[in-house]
T-cell receptor, first 113, second 114 residues
Framework: NAGVMQNPRHLVRRRGQEARLRCSPM?????VYWYRQLPEEGLKFMVY????????ESGMPKERFSAEFPKEGPSILRIQQVVRGDSAAYFC???????????FGQGTRLTVV | GNSVTQMEGPVTLSEEAFLTINCTYT??????LFWYVQYPGEGLQLLLK?????DKGSNKGFEATYRKETTSFHLEKGSVQVSDSAVYFC?????????????FGRGTSLIVHP
């Protein structure tokens, strides 16, 4: 059973470009969470999705950021018109249900130049 | 809302020393509690968990006991190794604002010297 797969592992974008981060959850997992991690800081919750539904996006900036988890295919975190402050490691986690442990991918390290 | 507070790091120890990383939590319900470990450049890996009061989670020589009366879940290891150097995150999963979202502490960096 493959783990949570994130790609790309590293992504470099120029200011103003779009960044697309992909996450394939573990087989059988229908809950997906996205977190952002800045150096020397903890994990900041961004968004919680189930198949075709956004359950909670209270941690996601209102502008430029969006997320989806379609019926088929990976979950996508999309950042439009990136700025230097978006540079961070973005982690996806999945779980088979609520109140169970989350399994993490290896993250996508976004660098905005 | 839910929150997790961990002791600030870095924690620096010599090999074979005793480790304690403190973690306390605030939750609206009855949470499950977790410790995760993150090695450099990697994602988080589950280290251990406990789902009810007085449960002890253990793995690889690490252990933590769910203390409801003190709302704590301190991580301990009797004899650390250089390979234990990593960042450790305490976390809980509980109903918050109508949904279950794993909530993490800020992480505690552990550095073990030979």
């Amino acid at each position: 059973n493959a783990g949570v797969m994130q790609n790309p592992r590293h992504l470099v974008r120029r200011r103003g470009q779009e960044a697309r981060l992909r996450c394939s959850p573990m087989k059988g997992h229908s809950h997906v969470y996205w977190y952002r991690q800045l150096p020397e800081e903890g994990l900041k919750f961004m968004v919680y999705l189930q198949k075709e539904n956004i359950i909670d996006e209270s941690g996601m900036p209102k502008e430029r950021f969006s997320a989806e988890f379609p019926k088929e295919g990976p979950s996508i975190l999309r950042i439009q018109q990136v700025v230097r402050g978006d540079s961070a490691a973005y982690f996806c986690a999945s779980s088979p249900g609520e109140v169970t442990e989350a399994f993490f991918g290896q993250g996508t390290r976004l660098t905005v130049v | 809302g839910n929150s997790v507070t961990q002791m600030e790091g870095p924690v620096t120890l010599s090999e074979e020393a005793f480790l304690t990383i403190n973690c306390t939590y605030t939750a609206t319900g009855y949470p499950s509690l977790f410790w995760y470990v993150q090695y450099p450049g990697e994602g988080l890996q589950l280290l251990l968990k406990a789902t009810k009061a007085d449960d002890k989670g253990s793995n690889k020589g690490f252990e933590a006991t769910y203390r409801k009366e003190t709302t704590s879940f301190h991580l301990e290891k009797g004899s650390v190794q250089v390979s234990d150097s990593a960042v450790y995150f305490c976390a809980l999963s509980d109903l918050s604002g109508g949904s279950y979202i794993p909530t993490f502490g800020r992480g505690t960096s552990l550095i073990v010297h030979p």
